[in-house]
């Protein structure tokens, strides 16, 4: 039944996003939602950030219904109301929302009539025959935006930022060498993994124009280099045109835009990309459930780049102790 309604949602936001690409056919000015979405769906609750197939279908809703990317179950958004003195002792610090009213009390409740979204959990049990842990499946629970909440303020925040161009491409160039990355500048190709000889290439950076540009990039780049057999082994097919070459595109799609997200940086997308278009939306005409298993192998790359770079800093730490 969980499964019957995350292939349910699946279909539902596959459907929107195939509409989506064939919008962009028509109008090639046109942006992919992925990369106007902000991929920060998080829960001011618990602090968490929502990860895998959680965070891109959560962050597409978002996009698609003009929202913020702040999520919670209806009880959580209740324990953000602020209760009075009187309330508190009142009700023997069980306060009671329905009897709060008249106490002076700053309740936050979700809108009478809302719609809930569906957010999913990983459930495991054992395997009869191995006696391992195994996944079973996924349980589906409510969530709400905060744009369908009363008494809650979205928080305000800015970015400044002081560095030249120049200094953000390098910061970027040292972000991708402290995760290990073997990365070569070049006067004019344009910007590629080499899975074979395993290291990644960038145009020079007078090449470019905007830093967050670069930083995008790049980080396509990386999510395609953890592809690699000897970190996270996906199918890294080189012939393009593939199903295979493609769905490792949207991966990496993906990936740069939960990153920037993760970075606060602008994503952009790269024009050379046109040329997938048919090929998503034949993939994702075919097979619904590519969204989800593109964004968890995204997810899993993002992880992995940021653990490798704390591990390395770690180590760096250690040596200057």
Known sequence: MQNDKLDTLNAVITQRMIESLKEWREDLQWTPPWVRADFSAFNPVSGATYSGGNRFMLSMIALMEDWSNEWATYRQWQTLSRHSAQCVELHDDKPIQSACRDLGCSLVNVEKGSKSSLAFRPFYGKDKETGEDKLFGFRAYNVFNASQVTGYSLPVVTVTRTDSDLEQMTEADEYARSAGAKLVHSPYHGASYHPTKDYVTMPDHDRWTEPDRYW??????????????????????????????????LVAELGASFQMS????????RDDHLAYLQHWLRILTADSTLLWKAANHAERAVKHINAQIEERNDIQQEIHV
């Open 216 to 249: 995008s990039t790049l980080t396509h780049e990386l999510v395609h280099w953890t592809g690699n057999s000897a970190r996270l082994n996906r199918t890294m097919s080189t012939d393009f045109g593939s199903d295979e070459y493609a769905f490792e595109e």
């Open 262 to 269: 993760n970075l606060g940086r602008a994503n952009t997308f």
